[in-house]
C-alpha cells in the first residue's frame, strides 16, 4: 500500500488495511505457531500470562516470544521487512520493544470485553479538554492486528480517533458497552490483511466461538531518549525473565535493552 495513503487513512480514520504486510511465507507457520500455543494454554501446559473468561478459556494469550513456547516464528515476525516498511514511517527507526499477542475464542462461551479507548490509567470520563488533551499527546506507538484467518472481530468508529465522544458514544463507553454505536463499522480482514489502528478510536473486540478468532495483535514502540524508569506493566513482567532476551533474535536485543533500561522491575 502507498504510504502517503495509509498516513493519510491513519490520520483521519484511524485506521488503514494493508495487504503486504507480512510475508505471505510466514502466514502458513504463524498461523500453525498460534494453534499450538492456544492448545498449550487452553491444557495450561504452557502459561506465561494468559487473559481468561471467568470460565478459564483464554481470550488473550501473551508470552508469544518467551522461551517456554519455543516458537520463534514470533520475533522474527515482528524484524520482518514488510511489517517494518510500515512500522518505521510513523515511529522512526528507533524502536523500543513492544509486544505480540494472541486474540481468539473461548471454546464455549461468546466473549467481548465491549467498548472503549485504549486509554490506560488515563481518565475515561473527562471533559472536552481533558479527553483532548490525551488524544492529542504525541504518537509513541503504533499497533495492528495481523487476520491469520478471515477476521470480522474488531469494530471501530472510523474518525473518533481525534475528537470528542458524542453522548451516544459516552453512553456505550461507560454503561451500555455491549450495545452497538449507530456509526460503528466492522473491520473485515481477509486471511493475511494487516490493520494498523489507533488505540484512541472507540473500539470493540468481538469473540464469537464460530467462526473461530486468531488475531495476532502487535505493536511497537518509539524510543524517546531521556525518559524515567517505571514500574513494570504487570502484564508484561515476563520480559524481565533472564532467559527472554538470549531467545530474541540478536538484531531485536537493541529493542529489548531500551525497553529494559526503563523498567524499575
Ligand atoms: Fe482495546
Not at 516464528?73 to 511489517?83: D, G, K, Q, R, T
Not at 480482514?189 to 468481538?206: C, D
Request: charged share 30%; aromatic share 10%.
Amino acid at each position: 500500500m502507498d504510504l502517503e495513503e495509509a498516513r493519510e487513512q491513519y490520520r483521519t480514520q484511524g485506521y488503514f488495511i494493508a495487504d503486504d504486510a507480512v510475508d505471505p511465507n510466514m502466514l502458513e507457520p504463524l498461523l500453525e505457531a498460534t494453534r499450538r500455543v492456544k492448545a498449550k494454554t487452553r491444557t495450561r501446559e504452557v502459561d506465561v500470562y494468559t487473559h481468561r473468561t471467568p470460565e478459564g478459556e483464554p481470550w488473550a494469550i501473551r508470552g508469544l516470544f518467551a522461551p517456554e513456547f519455543n516458537e520463534p516464528v514470533f520475533a522474527e515476525y515482528l524484524m520482518s521487512h514488510p511489517l517494518m516498511h510500515y512500522v518505521v514511517p510513523f515511529l522512526g527507526a528507533d524502536l523500543r520493544l513492544g509486544g505480540v499477542l494472541i486474540f481468539t475464542s473461548p471454546d464455549q462461551v461468546d466473549w467481548s470485553g465491549g467498548w472503549h479507548r485504549d486509554f490506560g490509567d488515563n481518565e475515561r470520563d473527562g471533559s472536552y479538554e481533558v479527553e483532548i488533551e490525551i488524544l492529542n499527546r504525541p504518537m509513541v506507538s503504533l499497533k495492528w492486528h495481523l487476520a491469520l484467518v478471515d477476521d470480522s472481530c474488531l469494530q471501530l468508529v472510523p474518525g473518533s480517533h481525534r475528537r470528542y465522544r458524542t453522548e451516544e458514544e459516552r453512553d456505550r463507553l461507560l454503561k451500555n458497552r455491549h450495545a452497538d454505536i449507530s456509526t460503528q463499522e466492522v473491520m473485515h480482514l481477509k486471511a493475511g490483511q494487516t490493520i494498523f489502528w489507533s488505540g484512541n478510536a472507540v473500539h470493540r473486540g468481538i469473540y464469537n466461538t464460530k467462526p473461530e478468532r486468531l488475531t495476532l495483535a502487535g505493536s511497537w514502540n518509539k524510543h524517546v531518549d531521556n525518559e524515567e524508569p517505571q514500574e513494570t506493566d504487570g502484564r508484561v513482567k515476563w520480559m524481565l525473565a533472564d532467559n527472554v532476551r538470549g531467545f530474541l533474535p540478536e538484531r531485536m536485543r537493541p529493542a529489548y535493552d531500551r525497553w529494559r533500561g526503563l523498567q524499575l522491575g
